[in-house]
């Protein structure tokens, strides 16, 4: 367990290496992307991909990756290719600026992929290892920072024409009730014979079992921050995770579809949220599928 020293100290680095990274990899913010991703941005064969973003309110190194998730869709990047998810993660709360966004849960996420050591840079190495902000992963595969634009937009286009050449799974996922704050997502996961190098049996002894997940997050946001390193100015930030269910078991055996219920935050209306489910191996951490589900209110 990492002290507070020492924690301060690890959030001080990492937020100075996205700096760093962020001068020295940064495009200009109306570039076009690249040939590769604007190919691959033009087809949308392969399914959405799930780009996960950890961040924080109290990092001024942030607020540049948050800039690029909002950017995605003028990029050619909509949520039928991608589907960014914030994560506001709570250990920069006791340094200067409590961000209102931020959870426990959400930190425990980012420091599951620490742990399992699953993850890699885009050079293939290991790289930065711990917890750091801003973190972007995309697929549950690799990870860096997420003010490094030019480096997102070739991982989003390499991942995206990654699955052009395999038989990505097919998760169907719908809201099928809306009562008050609850929503309950009914969702369903197929696949090819063999188009997955994944055992999707019920979990057990040596099983690689795959887990449904579901996201509510809160489609804009804008906050005045009056301290800590962003003190003075105003966040305008999208994908904004509020809602993260636990992990449900999903299999492709047929049989009954899994459900999961969420309840968002009172006083946010349905208009203004997004849900994605998403089905993440409990082992590899290797994100498999992902779909961004409509709420209609009946």
């Known amino acids: 367990m990492l002290s507070i020293i020492q924690i301060r100290v ?3 680095v990492s937020c100075l290496l996205g700096t760093i990274a962020l001068v020295a990899s940064a495009t200009p913010a109306d570039a076009a992307p690249s040939a590769p991703t604007a190919a691959a941005a033009a087809s949308g064969r392969g399914g959405p991909l799930l780009v996960e973003l950890f961040t924080s309110q109290g990092c001024s190194s942030c607020p540049a990756a948050e800039d690029f998730v909002r950017d995605l869709p003028r990029l050619g990047w909509g949520r039928e290719r991608v589907i960014p998810i914030a994560f506001h993660v709570d250990y920069w709360d006791d340094l200067g600026w409590k961000d209102p966004f931020a959870s426990p849960s959400f930190t425990e996420r980012q420091r599951r992929y620490v742990q ?16 750091y902000t801003p973190q972007m992963i995309v697929a549950g595969a690799v990870h860096f920072s997420g003010a490094r634009r030019d480096v997102a937009l070739a991982e989003i286009s390499r991942a995206s024409a990654a699955l052009k050449t395999t038989s990505p799974p097919n998760l169907q996922a719908v809201a099928t009730r809306i009562e008050g704050d609850r ?3 009914t969702a369903r996961l197929s696949v090819q014979q063999q188009a997955l190098p994944l055992t999707t049996a019920p979990s057990g002894p040596g099983r690689n079992s795959l887990t449904l997940i579901v996201a509510l997050a809160q489609k804009s946001a804008r906050t005045s921050v009056t301290r800590g390193e962003n003190g003075g100015e105003t966040l305008d930030e999208v994908a904004v995770v509020r809602v993260l269910a636990d992990p449900t078991p999903i299999t492709t055996a047929p049989g009954a579809p899994v459900t999961v219920t969420l309840t968002k935050p009172h006083g946010l209306d349905w208009n203004g949220i997004e849900a994605t489910a998403f089905v993440q191996s409990a082992t590899t951490l290797r994100v498999i599928a992902a779909r961004s589900i409509e709420i209609a209110r009946r």
Do not use: F, K, N, Q
Request: net charge positive; aromatic share 0%.
């Open 183 to 185: 929503l309950t997502v």
């Open 116 to 131: 399992a050591g699953v993850l890699r840079e885009p050079s293939g190495d290991r790289g930065i290892s711990g917890a």
């Open 10 to 12: 690890l959030v001080r």
